[in-house]
């Protein structure tokens, strides 16, 4: 295969189909999320006030809106993460119309195709994941109960090095456990995306789709490999630009933040660094969506390369 032809011919679909970076920015939304953390130091007399805050009825109130706020949360997520199956399913569509050169799609028109068959994606995906899933609940369920029995013998004893030497023993079958599970937790993710494009692009079932994606890994392992080496030396220069592009607009939010807390703050230093957020968000937003929908082209090619071209796109 020659790869920095097929490197090439996906960034030029990317590039010149404005409309393949919002489902590249639509398949990332969904891809993952975002946690911030924050820390609160307390005194007595702070717990002591919460704690007359805190009545029955408010108490009922916060655990309610807590809930509400769970639920909301993952209908939003599922939302998302159907969003992003379907955004992938057009990309991956898209790429082959545009290759083939007979239609010209557009953003409706190839979100439509992975909309289409998003509940039989959804369900592949699920169904390829649900084992290693399974069995890392069932390990952490096992481990819980291993540690605790361990807990309970070493409270009868008077050696309390006994109690450190079960646990260890515990921990040490877990990882055991891990090590193997990980790398079968690999093999299926490698598989994912030939699963992805079989069921795409050849409209095949879940367990066909699954078939097809572990023969095309087996049989093009080495220069898969070599694609998605040739991928990881790209994404670097590519964090590096990003990162020389960000960071002056990162100063440039930090000095007015700081400022902020003095006395000399005025609206301006407010109005700069909010500015400095947003641009700062959406040129990564930006180069997410751009280097997604990139990749997946030229996987998709690549994939073409890999089992022909005899493939089905309405």
């Known amino acids: 295969m020659d790869y920095m032809d097929t490197i090439k011919r996906g960034f030029s679909l990317t590039w010149n189909n404005k409309f393949m970076w919002v489902l590249g920015f639509l398949a ?13 130091s307390t005194n007595s007399s702070d717990m002591a006030g919460m704690a007359d805050w805190m009545t029955p009825e408010r108490m009922a109130a916060l655990s309610a809106g807590l809930i509400a706020f769970s639920c909301v949360a993952v209908i939003l997520g599922l939302v998302l993460w159907l969003v992003a199956l379907s955004a992938r399913g057009g990309l991956i569509a898209g790429a082959v119309q545009l290759d083939r050169g007979q239609t010209k799609p557009t953003f409706r028109s190839a979100f439509g195709m992975g909309w289409r068959k998003v509940w039989r994606l959804a369900g592949m995906t699920l169904l390829l994941f649900a084992v290693p899933t399974i069995l890392f609940i069932l390990l952490v369920i096992g481990f819980i109960v ?3 029995g361990a807990a309970l013998m070493a409270s009868g004893m008077d050696d309390p090095s006994a109690f450190g030497a079960g646990i260890g023993g515990v921990a040490l079958v877990f990882l055991c456990l891990m090590c193997l599970l990980v790398p079968f937790t690999l093999v299926l993710t490698l598989i994912y995306p030939f699963a992805f494009r079989g069921m795409v692009l050849r409209d095949l079932g879940a367990m066909d789709s699954i078939r097809h994606g572990w023969r095309t890994l087996r049989e093009n392992l080495g220069e898969i490999i070599l694609l998605g080496l040739a991928f990881f030396l790209i994404n670097i220069v590519i964090i590096v630009i990003s990162v020389a592009i960000i960071v002056p607009i990162g100063l440039a939010v930090g000095v007015p933040m700081a400022m902020l807390s003095g006395s000399n703050a005025s609206a301006i230093q407010g109005i700069l660094a909010v500015l400095g957020i947003i641009v700062g968000l959406v040129i990564f937003a930006l180069f997410s969506a751009i280097t997604t929908a990139w990749q997946s082209s030229t996987f998709t090619l690549a994939y073409l390369q890999w089992t022909g071209k005899d493939v089905i796109v309405e």
């Open 28 to 40: 990332a939304l969904g891809s993952g999320s975002a946690f911030s953390n924050s820390n609160y």
């Open 146 to 148: 291993l540690a605790g």
